[in-house]
């Protein structure tokens, strides 16, 4: 009799752990139902959400400058930088674009001349296009382009910027510290959207970080 107890105990143990295991796969079924929800690309007719989204799916971009080298002066000169606009995530981001930077890197010593700039991300860097097999000049591999200047952040925003930029690229944080780091973001002034065919869309600064991404 206590053997026969035993086997029903067994029994009604390994239905509940079936029982909890079923409840869990289905939590994580819906947890991925829902983070995919929260992750689909935005629709071509909301360009402010689709800036916000391109920006946040990015871990880098190409950074134009005015050269102020020796025998480029006052020409484009384009750059690749880190970028980030908070840790990665469904959450959507600040939207600001961040920056760890150097006065040694040449791209900032023509900032430090001319601070205006432009930003270019696109979802090519991402699954979304390998995925499509669109090609990254397809304008359904979507893309934005930023035009604004490069500031310092100040002490207050420092704190904001560290965690947006080494959360997604932690190698930041054994860096050579004699190269003198500092914590930059691109002030927004002009946004352009090309993510369907048609031609850029503009979007202004008020409606990009007004807008839930």
């Known amino acids: ?22 409840r869990l796969l289905l939590l994580c079924a819906a947890s991925g139902l829902l983070l995919a929800a929260v992750a689909a690309i ?49 959450c959507g981001g600040s939207g600001v674009p961040y920056l760890y930077l150097t006065d040694m890197e040449i791209s900032v010593q023509d900032l430090e001349v001319n601070s205006n700039a432009s930003l270019t991300v696109s979802l090519a860097q991402t699954p979304y296009c390998r995925k499509h097999r669109y090609d990254p000049q397809n304008p359904l591999c979507a893309h934005i382009i930023f035009v604004g200047s490069i500031v310092k952040v100040n002490d207050s925003e420092a704190g904001v910027a560290k965690k947006a930029l080494f959360s997604r690229h932690p ?35 008020e409606e990009y970080y007004s807008v839930k991404p």
């Open 42 to 90: 935005p629709p071509p007719e909301e360009a402010a959400r689709m800036a916000r989204y391109v920006l946040h799916s990015c871990d880098w971009g190409a950074l134009a400058t005015l050269s102020a080298q020796e025998g480029l002066r006052g020409r484009p000169f384009a750059n690749i930088f880190s970028i980030s606009d908070g840790p990665p995530g469904p």
């Open 1 to 22: 009799m206590a053997l026969s107890a035993a086997v029903r105990g067994a029994t009604s143990v390994s239905s509940a752990g079936r029982g909890a295991m079923a």
């Open 171 to 205: 190698e930041m944080e054994s860096w050579p510290k004699d190269h003198n780091w500092f914590f930059a973001k691109f002030n927004i002034t002009n946004i352009w959207v090309l993510d369907y065919f048609g031609g850029l869309k503009i979007v202004t600064p």
